[in-house]
C-alpha cells in the first residue's frame, strides 16, 4: 500500500543559484557556496536527524545531482521527482500553490520530499519515524543553510 500527503506553500518563494540554475525555497536570493555543496548539505540533514537511511537531490529531469547513504538513488530519485511534480500539478490546479513537502510510505520505509523547484530533495526514513518530525527538523536544517543561519 502506498499513501501520500502534500503540503502545499501559497507564497513566499526565495530564489536560489546552484550551478548556476535558479531554483526556489521559501524566499530571498542565496547562493551555496562551494563549502556548503549538496553532498554537505544531505550529509549535514543524516547527521543530524534521527532514522534516516539515505537522501538525493535530484533535477527535475530525473538526474541524480547527490546522493548520500542510497542504495538505489536512481529509484528514490524517480520517485521523488514524480511526487514533487505531482504536489506541484495539485497545486496548481486547485490554486494552493506549490508543494512544499510531501511523505509517501512504501513498505517498511517512508520517503520524504522537498520541493526546491527546479530539483527535488529525497529523504528515505524508516518506517517507525515520525515524518512530521523529521520534516520539521529538515525544514529547519534548509532554511539555516539557505538564509544564512550557518
Given at each position: 500500500?502506498?499513501?501520500?500527503?502534500?503540503?502545499?506553500?501559497?507564497?513566499?518563494?526565495?530564489?536560489?543559484?546552484?550551478?548556476?540554475?535558479?531554483?526556489?525555497?521559501?524566499?530571498?536570493?542565496?547562493?551555496?557556496?562551494?563549502?556548503?555543496?549538496?553532498?554537505?548539505?544531505?550529509?549535514?540533514?543524516?547527521?543530524?536527524?534521527?532514522?534516516?537511511?539515505?537522501?538525493?537531490?535530484?533535477?527535475?529531469?530525473?538526474?541524480?545531482?547527490?546522493?548520500?547513504?542510497?542504495?538505489?538513488?536512481?529509484?528514490?530519485?524517480?520517485?521523488?521527482?514524480?511526487?514533487?511534480?505531482?504536489?506541484?500539478?495539485?497545486?496548481?490546479?486547485?490554486?494552493?500553490g506549490?508543494?512544499?513537502?510531501s511523505?509517501?510510505?512504501?513498505?517498511?520505509?517512508?520517503?520524504?520530499?522537498?520541493?526546491?523547484?527546479?530539483?527535488?530533495?529525497?529523504?528515505?526514513?524508516?518506517?517507525?519515524?515520525?515524518?512530521?518530525?523529521?520534516?520539521?527538523?529538515?525544514?529547519?536544517?534548509?532554511?539555516?543553510?539557505?538564509?544564512?543561519?550557518?
Amino acid at each position: 500500500m502506498i499513501s501520500v500527503s502534500f503540503t502545499l506553500i501559497k507564497s513566499g518563494i526565495y530564489n536560489i543559484v546552484i550551478n548556476n540554475e535558479l531554483c526556489s525555497y521559501l524566499g530571498k536570493e542565496e547562493t551555496l557556496s562551494t563549502k556548503k555543496s549538496l553532498n554537505e548539505l544531505l550529509e549535514k540533514i543524516i547527521l543530524e536527524v534521527e532514522k534516516i537511511k539515505g537522501a538525493a537531490a535530484v533535477a527535475e529531469d530525473g538526474v541524480v545531482l547527490a546522493d548520500v547513504g542510497l542504495e538505489d538513488a536512481e529509484g528514490i530519485g524517480a520517485i521523488a521527482v514524480f511526487i514533487g511534480m505531482s504536489g506541484n500539478f495539485i497545486g496548481e490546479t486547485l490554486k494552493f500553490g506549490d508543494m512544499k513537502s510531501s511523505v509517501i510510505e512504501i513498505e517498511g520505509q517512508k520517503l520524504l520530499v522537498f520541493n526546491m523547484s527546479n530539483f527535488q530533495i529525497g529523504v528515505l526514513i524508516d518506517a517507525k519515524a515520525s515524518a512530521r518530525f523529521a520534516i520539521s527538523e529538515i525544514n529547519n536544517i534548509l532554511e539555516s543553510e539557505y538564509q544564512g543561519g550557518k
